[in-house]
């Protein structure tokens, strides 16, 4: 069952270490033009804007499902600011808040490849890889297939996507080659885009009390540690 929220958009500007994405529509076409050359694009201007709402659907979560704070992340497997934030800030939001039962995570993909196939072109197909061993192994399995596949980053063809599998024991190669789980890529896109991410990382991090911060980029620790405090208190 999804459990629908209620977001206040914010942008920390000091810590931006954001790619920005933007989204055009045309004629009924989505078109992506993103930065090119890679490099992090600082936001500039700090921001609070509308309420919007998002979900977090029936995607794999890591942590207390009871937990008082959710966090949504919205990434993108071949992005390296997303990895950047895997590999530096996830492991301390984890010791600290998700391993005491304070944070519930939940990752969503946020893929652009959607709209423009020359961007990351292997992102959906290790998007939809987490899926098919989650579908054999559950959420646990989920999160080993992430951890792979960003450490692996760079090499996620298919045929590396069903050998990382392997290794942890899963036959993926029927599920990935049908793309049964496209459509379920499709929608974190267009949720994420929804609920006003414009680029990857992208993190929901809401309350109990509803109410949440839409977060744009590979922040540190600290920013992150300074609003989930604020959603405890």
């Not at 990935?176 to 929804?194: A, M, P, R």
């Not at 680029?199 to 109990?208: A, E, L, V, W, Y």
């Amino acid at each position: 069952m999804s459990e629908e929220i209620t977001i206040k958009k914010q942008d920390l500007w000091k810590y931006s270490t954001f790619v920005l994405v933007a989204i055009v529509l045309i004629g009924g076409v989505f078109l992506f033009t993103g930065n090119p050359s890679g490099n992090a694009v600082n936001t500039g201007n700090s921001e609070v804007s509308g309420v919007v709402s998002a979900s977090i659907d029936d995607d794999a979560v890591l942590g207390d499902p009871n937990a008082p704070v959710i966090i949504i992340e919205f990434s993108d497997f071949e992005c390296p600011y997303c990895k950047r934030h895997h590999d530096q800030t996830f492991p301390l939001i984890k010791e600290e808040y998700i391993d005491t039962g304070k944070v519930k995570y939940v990752f969503r993909d946020f893929t652009p490849t959607l709209i423009n196939p020359e961007y990351h072109p292997n992102a959906i197909n290790a998007a939809m890889a987490t899926e098919c061993v989650r579908e054999q192994g559950g959420d646990g399995s989920y999160w080993d297939m992430s951890d792979k596949i960003f450490a692996n980053q760079g090499f996620n063809s298919v045929d590396n996507l069903k050998t990382l599998a392997n290794d942890l024991g899963y036959d993926i190669s029927s599920c990935l080659s049908s793309e049964k789980y496209k459509n379920e890529v499709v929608k974190d896109f267009t949720d994420g885009q929804s609920a006003g991410i414009q680029g990857t990382p992208g993190f929901i991090i809401m309350g109990k009390d509803g109410k949440g911060e839409l977060i744009s980029g590979a922040y540190p620790f600290s920013a992150f540690q300074q609003v989930i405090e604020s959603k405890l208190s």
